[in-house]
C-alpha cells in the first residue's frame, strides 16, 4: 500500500469508529432508558401488591 492509500485507510478506520462510538452512546442511553422504566414498573407493581 502507498502512502495515499494508507492515509484513505486510516481516515476509514477513523470514521467506522466514530460511527461505532455515537451507535454505543445511543445504545447505552436505551438501556438507561430501559432501566428507568423497568423501575418505575417494579415500583407500580410494588403497589398494586399491597
Known sequence: ???NQN????QN???QQ???NR???QNNQQQNQNS???QQNNQQ???NQR
Open 1 to 3: 500500500m502507498n502512502f
Open 7 to 10: 492515509n484513505n485507510q486510516n
Open 13 to 15: 478506520n477513523q470514521n
Open 18 to 20: 466514530n460511527q461505532n
Open 23 to 25: 451507535q454505543n452512546q
Open 36 to 38: 428507568r422504566q423497568n
Open 45 to 47: 407493581q410494588n403497589q
